[in-house]
Antibody, heavy 123, light 106 residues
Framework: EVQLVESGGGLVQPGGSLSLSCAASGFTFSDHYMDWVRQAPGKGLEWVGR??????????EYAASVKGRFTISRDDSKNSLYLQMNSLKTEDTAVYYC??????????????WGQGSLVTVSS | IQLTQSPSFLSASVGDRVTITCRAS??????LAWYQQEPGKAPKLLIY???TLQSGVPSRFSGSGSGTEFTLTISSLQPEDFATYYC?????????FGGGTKVEIK
């Protein structure tokens, strides 16, 4: 069974940094693309970014709103995904989900999701 | 690419047929997914490639469309279907979601 468990959320001041982790189990982590998606309180979903798998050189993509401030990384030996968030703004307050791909026809959708981790940016 | 969902809110009864539309600001072929999110829970993949039902999803859900206009249809609304639905395009980075459609009980 695919399981994704986020951790590391909490309260941080504007301008600060925070790192989220996502522990994966139940599948061969290195084979898969992994994404971060966030949801501000009472709002819709916002895609944050993606890291491709080893076969695709672990390349990354980011939303414009976080590019240059957030970094996605992974450690396949630990079956873990990370999100390093720097220069945090109040508008980064959200529940952050990690998600695993589900690929079909060469395209990868978000097939499995964690339960989310709340990040609050406030003074 | 911007995705515009309509309506943003709809009120319906059990047994009703419900249709949600997702329009893309430019062509995305069939690289569109639909997700369902129940309150307090993570989203769940319902449909991918615009019209392919994810394993385990009830057949009352269906998707159609290509290019810039897509629809999600629930043929007979069930109590467990009252949730918020999102479309997502995967044709072009950055990936984007629609604003969501909240389906509530009439």
């Amino acid at each position: 069974e695919v399981q994704l468990v986020e951790s590391g959320g909490g309260l941080v001041q504007p301008g600060g940094s925070l790192s989220l982790s996502c522990a994966a189990s139940g599948f061969t982590f290195s084979d898969h693309y992994m994404d971060w998606v966030r949801q501000a309180p009472g709002k819709g979903l916002e895609w944050v970014g993606r890291t491709r798998n080893k076969a695709n050189s672990y390349t990354t993509e980011y939303a414009a709103s976080v590019k240059g401030r957030f970094t996605i990384s992974r450690d396949d030996s630990k079956n873990s995904l990370y999100l390093q968030m720097n220069s945090l703004k109040t508008e980064d307050t959200a529940v952050y989900y990690c998600a695993r791909d589900y690929c079909s026809g060469g395209w990868c959708y978000l097939g499995y999701w964690g339960q989310g981790s709340l990040v609050t940016v406030s003074s | 690419i911007q995705l515009t969902q309509s309506p943003s809110f709809l009120s319906a009864s059990v047994g009703d047929r419900v249709t949600i539309t997702c329009r893309a600001s430019q062509g995305i072929s069939s690289y569109l997914a639909w997700y369902q999110q129940e309150p307090g829970k993570a989203p769940k993949l319902l449909i991918y490639a615009a019209s392919t039902l994810q394993s385990g999803v009830p057949s009352r859900f269906s998707g159609s469309g290509s290019g810039t206009e897509f629809t999600l249809t629930i043929s007979s609304l069930q109590p467990e279907d009252f949730a918020t639905y999102y479309c997502q395009q995967l044709n072009t980075y950055p990936l984007t979601f629609g604003g969501g459609t909240k389906v509530e009980i009439k």
